[in-house]
Every structure is written in C-alpha cells, then in structure tokens.
C-alpha cells in the first residue's frame, strides 16, 4: 500500500483560498486514482473530489464543483486540492486517499490508503 501525507491545511477566512497537497510514498503513484474526502465534527466522512490515475478525468461533489480544483503531478507522487471562495462549512479535517485502478471512486469504501488528515477552519 502507498502511504500518504497531508499537508497545507490551516486557518482562512471566508471567501480566502488554501491549497492541500498529498505526497505519496511506498508505491507506483500512477497505479492509483486519488481522492479526497472531508469529515466534519459530528458528521460522517464525505466525498469532495477525485481523479483519475493520467489526471485526464476528474468528478466533484456538488457542494464544492466550481470552488475546488483536484490536480496531481505524477512526476513528484503528490495530488493537490485548490480550494477558493472558501465556506466556513467547508471546515473539516480533510484526508487523501488512494484507491487502485484505472477509473476514478467516489465511495470511500474503494479506497486502499488514508492520510492522516489535515484541519482546515474557515472563519466567518
């Protein structure tokens, strides 16, 4: 299994941007789609983006589609998640996560390793 390390998370106001990065290790990074989920405090994991092993196709949930940009570079083994026009319900702990295959996944119950997740808090 690969392992993976978040990073990038942190304090911003609403409307502010933050970019997460996922470095992975352990593994042929290209074998695997990537994703990224978030859990808030009382709430259960959910689903935020995904794309494919080439990065040539990527799927959003609706409540971030148009405000969050999934991208990865398979040279350096690191996915990324652009995050703008920030919400203070986007605050979450937020993890990555890397599911074998070459389609993209949206159910995390198809993902093979986790981050350790990262805190992002979006004041109002």
């Known amino acids: 299994q690969v392992q993976l390390v978040e990073s990038g998370g942190g304090l911003v106001q609403a409307g502010g941007s933050l970019r997460l990065s996922c470095a992975a290790s352990?593994?042929?990074?290209?074998?695997?789609?990537m994703g990224w989920f978030r859990q808030a405090p009382g709430k259960e994991r959910e689903f935020v983006a995904t794309i494919k092993w080439s990065g040539s196709i990527t799927y959003y949930a609706n409540s971030v589609k148009g405000r969050f940009t999934i991208s990865r570079d398979n040279a350096k083994n690191t996915v990324y998640l652009q995050m703008n026009s920030l919400k203070p319900e986007d605050t979450a702990v937020y993890y990555c996560a890397a599911a074998s295959g070459y389609r993209y996944y949206i159910n995390p119950n198809d993902y093979d390793s986790w981050g350790q997740g990262t805190q992002v808090t979006v004041s109002s």
């Open positions: 352990g593994g042929t990074f290209s074998n695997y789609a």
